[in-house]
């Protein structure tokens, strides 16, 4: 079994998150974190059991030592991180957004191909069991022909026009840092759509803080989406077909439960699911599987995938900055 050395660029919390499920991975070895505050790269390195600390994102990225790169700094500097990191010559899985535009994106799935290098947004959501299990199942035609997608994310942060969250310059927004999981959720699902409409509330600075999304897609189907920072949403997920529906619980973007309820049917029945580590060990199992095979995409998330997202999630920017101008 072929080992790769992990360089991991960002200390935040998701960043400890993923190491988290790095080290349950036999493949995987802790070999490098990188900040541009060298304490905080020395901190995260002694709590999570990192070999290097770097004080700079370019003294890991010119390290011929690290093989994949972990991207978890804000989302304003994903794509110039990435960037680097394939010129560099590492494979790259990217937090979401990769990009802040759909041609960020595409520039950075043409880099990948041009070096032949693995790229991969971290939209974990698309590897854990619950979410491979519900496609599954609507493949299957458990609940007849799929009709609706309802998914809505919904937290309380405290108003900060600094944070990353509200900042425009740092890509903040409803939308860019959560609103992402309902659209994937409706992408992944029922596909590309073909017409897209929202409607947005703005925070002070002018990101989004609370918006909706109506999503139609080929075969009648629709997607009845939300995203907020003004308040707290169930955060759950239902894909409603002709004879049932299937529901992921709370927070339905992570490890969560699955349920079935057949059409004609009073109570639902919980479908088993079986989970590892904290669910980030998915994502990065992924990418040391695609590299085991010499490929630079995966097929469950792929290139063509992110694209397809971005290009909605600018579609919905767009309808909204429309409506609020």
């Excluded at 509200?166 to 029922?190: C, Q, T």
């Excluded at 703005?202 to 920072?229: C, I, R, Y």
């Excluded at 989970?275 to 995966?298: L, P």
Aim: hydrophobic share 40%; aromatic share 8%; net charge negative.
């Amino acid at each position: 079994m072929k080992q790769y050395r992990w360089g991991i660029i960002g200390t935040g919390h998701i960043a400890g998150q993923f190491s988290e499920g790095l080290q349950i991975l036999p493949q995987a070895i802790l070999y490098a974190v990188a900040s541009r505050n060298k304490e905080k790269a020395e901190e995260f390195a002694y709590r999570y059991k990192v070999q290097k600390a770097y004080g700079s994102y370019s003294e890991l990225l010119n390290d011929p030592a690290v093989d994949i790169v972990y991207i978890a700094t804000p989302n304003h500097l994903h794509f110039s991180l990435a960037a680097e990191a394939l010129n560099a010559k590492k494979a790259v899985i990217c937090e979401k957004p990769m990009g802040l535009s759909p041609d960020e994106v595409e520039q950075l799935n043409q880099l990948s191909e041009k070096n032949h290098v693995f790229l991969m947004e971290a939209l974990w959501s698309a590897f854990l069991p619950s979410m491979l299990k519900t496609k599954q199942l609507v493949q299957e035609g458990v609940i007849g022909r799929p009709l609706i997608v309802k998914a809505d994310f919904g937290i309380h942060p405290k108003y900060d026009p600094n944070s990353r969250l509200f900042d425009p310059s740092m890509g903040g927004g409803s939308v860019y840092d959560i609103g992402i999981y309902p659209l994937f959720m409706a992408l992944y699902m029922f596909g590309v759509p073909q017409q897209i409409k929202a409607l947005s509330v703005p925070a002070p600075t002018g990101v989004d803080m609370t918006t909706l999304m109506m999503l139609k897609h080929k075969n009648e189907m629709v997607s009845l989406l939300s995203s907020s920072f003004a308040c707290n949403l169930k955060s759950d997920a239902t894909i409603a077909g002709e004879k049932g529906t299937l529901r992921l619980d709370r927070m339905f973007h992570m490890p969560t439960k699955l349920f079935l309820q057949k059409e004609n049917e009073e109570n639902e029945t919980e479908i088993p699911l079986c989970f590892e580590g904290n669910g980030y060990n998915y994502e990065a199992a992924e990418v040391m599987k695609c590299m085991d095979k010499g490929e630079i995409e995966s097929t469950i998330y792929s290139h063509a995938m992110s694209k397809a997202l971005a290009d909605i999630i600018s579609n919905v920017l767009t309808e909204i900055n429309e409506h609020n101008n």
